[in-house]
């Protein structure tokens, strides 16, 4: 699988921004399709995770109740919108497939690149 994300940028706190992963080249293995975030000097951190058939979802704690995560199907793409906004979730964000629901970086089966986020106070 093949994955390119997409739709980073600077945002003022409290702002939304949605992200975007193009998928192609799908297994029947690539059961998930996940959302990470790596702020410097840490940990890539599991931030959203889709079931990619029934679309069952999941979120990390800190980001219920303000990111979505989603996905089209017939687009072949995955999404996290993005809502209120905190500096702290300034990070680069990577989209990752997996073959099980995973809440860290270490089940992750394929990344795309990172797209950068930047939340200002």
């Known amino acids: 699988v093949q994955l390119q994300a997409s739709g980073g940028g600077l945002v003022q706190a409290g702002g939304s921004l949605r992200l975007s992963c193009a998928v192609s080249?799908?297994?029947?293995?690539?059961?998930?399709m996940n959302w990470f975030s790596q702020a410097p000097g840490k940990e890539r951190e599991f931030v959203a995770g889709?079931?990619?058939?029934?679309?069952?979802?999941r979120y990390a704690d800190s980001v219920k109740g303000r990111f979505t995560i989603s996905r089209d199907s017939a687009r072949a793409a995955v999404y996290l919108q993005m809502s209120s906004l905190k500096p702290e979730d300034t990070a680069v964000y990577y989209c990752?497939?997996?073959?099980?629901?995973?809440?860290?970086?270490?089940?992750?089966?394929?990344w795309g690149q990172g797209t950068l986020v930047t939340v200002s106070s």
């Open positions: 990752a497939s997996s073959n099980v629901a995973v809440s860290s970086a270490v089940g992750a089966v394929a």
């Open positions: 080249g799908l297994t029947t293995s690539d059961n998930f």
């Open positions: 889709i079931k990619w058939r029934e679309g069952t979802k």
